[in-house]
């Protein structure tokens, strides 16, 4: 690992925003003098992360993660530290410095190799899309004639082309010192047959390349079409779509198609709208619809529409007009509803697809469409019970069983029973009456099973955070640095439980202003090597107290660690002259000498300064 100079990690850490770095993965928004957002750690409801720009921390009440920059780099990118710092580095064109004999990074993680990899190949189609060649040639007509799209479109996309034969890939791919590890890994390559660009097999040959990135913009992954170029000895020639395998860098179900370009697009007026293909979003987004996202080939999940809460919570979705359309939609509607996502659907017509319809009408379609938009309470009742002015009793009751099933997933009781009431409305019942039935259909759903033991008014309730004294004095020392230096002077460090994270980070401070050594929180993070205490360190920083009167607190933190230290003691010399007695030897004078200065230590415990009164 190579080694970068202190100074110039906390030059990258003063020159970084890091409201602008975890902008990449959180939507914040102005609490006071922090911002506030949803965790990117856990799935909640009601934000509990922050971000401090004067601090440059973060603190995740939800998983009580914390940190800086590049911290959070690693936690959300799975970074090793230096991999982190040079990626911020490369980011932010901040040149970094490197301890003598050192370079920047060669042994890559895999996941970034990985990346490094895949921008490499999509950069090389996109080359060849270009080429002054037939083949290149042939794909730009069909690019600009036959799917109608601009040649910026194509450029803005790194749309590219891979050539019937593949073999020059595998020469630069080769060339270029990719791994083997990291080449098979990929799922673009065939390696059974070793490492040789003539030999190997390649995923994709003949077809229009589409590049797949993350919410972060790094290609991860492609989606490549089929053209009448694609080799017939093609094991996958009849499909029209071929996609990357999914990687230790793309999960298909944890992203979604232009989510990196979208997400700086949407806000309170301009919702997410989803469409089914790459190319239809690619459409959408060249006549100037924003906000565009489409699922990469599969049912939309439930980690796809978490990512879209991050940015904004509401969904147009353009809905298939067959019946494999409409069933897609039903099965994501709950989930939606679940996590706290609005959803609302713009029917099309069998075989109309969005491609085809912002291709010949532009932008001004939307108009047009967005007329036929429905919300999703009228969606469900018209799929579910399309006549039902002609249905039973008995068919509605039905019906409505059904529609339960989906509403009762929403994440709200008050939202649960305003969709009830409008359904109520389509079925033609009485409000009141559907709302009992839905009541006591919750109710079924939720009563536990007869052989559980479980008793809900027994069991323990959440508690909150219960911190040590270590803790505590630590907390002291770093918010408030004068006392820091008078409490490492009194006290002792067999005092401090060293096996408490809190414990090993305060015996570290109190060492720094005990040998004069103390140059801030910053200078400590930077030799701090276990992520554990950095991640402390950043939760303490973050959490400033009010202190009214740090002298008592840090006086009372004091006498309660010196207590502690001595009641510990205390029970282990009583065992220890238990087993001596009856021989009064001078090892037993000596543990009487220690008990005497214990109990000495419990009654009058050392202070600092003069304590208020």
């Given amino acids: 690992m190579p080694a970068i100079k202190p100074s110039s990690i906390r030059n990258l850490k003063d020159r970084i925003d890091i409201a602008d770095v975890v902008s990449r993965e959180v939507t914040l928004k102005r609490a006071g003098s922090s911002l506030k957002g949803l965790s990117p750690f856990n799935q909640e409801k009601t934000p509990s992360f922050f971000v401090s720009p004067d601090k440059g921390l973060y603190k995740c009440f939800s998983s009580n993660k914390a940190g800086d920059a590049i911290s959070f780099v690693m936690e959300t990118e799975r970074l090793s530290f230096v991999e982190a710092v040079e990626t911020l580095a490369k980011r932010y064109s901040i040149e970094l410095e490197y301890e003598e004999g050192g370079r920047p990074q060669e042994d890559r993680s895999l996941r970034q190799e990985l990346f490094d990899l895949h921008q490499f190949v999509a950069d090389f189609y996109h080359e060849q899309f270009h080429a002054k060649t037939d083949s290149g040639n042939w794909i730009r007509d069909y690019w600009t004639k036959t799917r109608q799209f601009d040649l910026s479109v194509a450029d803005e996309y790194k749309i590219g082309f891979a050539d019937p034969s593949g073999i020059e890939l595998g020469k630069r791919t080769i060339k270029k010192g990719f791994s083997k590890e990291a080449i098979e890994a990929s799922g673009l390559f065939y390696t059974r047959r070793g490492l040789n660009p003539e030999t190997m097999g390649y995923r994709f040959r003949g077809r229009l390349m589409i590049p797949i990135n993350d919410h972060q913009g790094r290609v991860v992954a492609f989606t490549a079409r089929q053209l009448e170029v694609t080799p017939q000895d093609d094991p996958s020639r009849e499909a029209k779509y071929v ?6 860098i793309f999960n298909k179900g944890n992203l979604l198609f232009n989510l990196d370009q979208a997400r700086m697009e949407v806000g309170s007026e301009d919702p997410f709208i989803m469409v089914e293909g790459q190319l239809d979003a690619i459409r959408c987004q060249s006549v100037g619809l924003k906000g565009v996202v489409a699922p990469q080939g599969t049912g939309i999940t439930e980690n796809q529409l ?7 919570p509401r969904i147009r979705c353009f809905l298939d007009g067959d019946k494999a359309g409409q069933a897609a939609a039903l099965r994501m509607l ?11 659907f713009i029917p099309l017509d069998p075989g109309q697809d969005p491609d085809d319809i912002f291709r010949d009408q532009g932008q ?5 469409l967005a007329e036929q938009e429905i919300d999703c309470v009228t969606f469900a009742s018209q799929a579910i019970a399309p006549d039902s002015a002609s249905l039973s009793p008995q068919a509605k009751a039905k019906s409505a069983r059904e529609l339960f099933a989906i509403f009762s997933k929403a994440d709200s009781a008050a939202a649960q029973q305003e969709f009830i009431k409008q ?10 009456a559907l709302l009992s039935d839905f009541e006591r259909y919750v109710r079924g759903i939720m009563k536990p099973r007869p052989n559980s033991e479980r008793n809900e008014e027994n069991e323990p309730k959440p508690k909150g955070p219960v911190y040590s004294v270590e803790r505590d004095l630590v907390s002291l020392c770093l918010h408030e640095p004068d006392l820091g ?3 490492a002077h009194i006290v002792a460090e067999e005092w401090i439980d060293t096996t408490l994270p809190e414990g090993e980070l305060l015996n570290t401070v109190l060492n720094e202003f005990l040998h004069d050594m103390w140059n801030g929180p910053d200078s400590l993070n930077d030799h701090l090597e276990n992520a554990e205490l950095k991640s402390l360190l950043a939760s303490i920083l973050f959490e400033k107290p009010e202190l009214e009167n740090a002298l008592r607190l840090a006086n009372q933190a004091i006498k309660k660690l010196a207590i502690k230290f001595a009641n510990k003691k205390y029970d282990k010399l009583r065992l220890e002259l238990a087993q001596k007695e009856g021989t009064y030897d001078a090892s037993y004078s000596v543990l009487m000498e220690q008990r005497v200065e214990i109990d000495a230590l419990k009654l009058n415990p050392p202070q600092i300064g003069t304590p208020a009164s």
């Fill in 423 to 432: 359904v109520a409305i389509h079925l033609e019942l009485d409000a009141a």
């Fill in 243 to 248: 996609n990357s395998p999914e990687t230790p």
């Fill in 364 to 368: 001004e379609a939307m108009n047009q």
């Fill in 334 to 344: 709950p989930i939606a509803l679940q996590q706290g996502v609005e959803v609302s």
């Fill in 485 to 487: 230096r008078e409490i």
């Fill in 306 to 312: 978490r990512l879209i809460k991050r940015y904004e």
